[in-house]
């Protein structure tokens, strides 16, 4: 299984982009998380700002195009996107294979 993950402006805009990657099937599920307080380099100054962490359940084979689907909606100028592969049960991951379309999980 591999965790997309970005951070949103605001509940709104995560809600929108999970809708979006659902819809199109590119993950089996997205946890959204509200309230995380980032500090980061911006335009040569450090920034402090809440935003809303999104984490996408998806396929290796989901992952480009799911990738692509979050970058086309989001609205920041530099939505910064990361990955990883996580370990799962086999059950977890024949549901997300199934909930994306994807072919017969590798057990």
């Not at 605001?10 to 099937?25: D, G, P």
């Not at 946890?31 to 999104?54: A, C, K, M, R, Y």
């Amino acid at each position: 299984m591999i965790h997309v993950t970005t951070t949103c402006a605001n509940l709104n805009q995560a809600r929108e982009i999970a809708r979006e990657v659902l819809t199109a099937r590119l993950a089996a599920c997205v946890n959204i998380t509200p309230g995380v307080v980032s500090l980061f380099h911006w335009q040569g100054q450090i920034e402090e700002d809440t935003e809303v962490t999104l984490v996408a359940k998806t396929t290796p084979e989901r992952r480009a195009d799911l990738v692509a689907a979050i970058q086309r909606s989001h609205p920041y100028d530099l939505p910064v996107i990361s990955w990883e592969e996580v370990g799962t049960t086999p059950d977890a991951r024949r549901w997300c294979y199934a909930e994306t379309g994807g072919a017969q999980s590798p057990d």
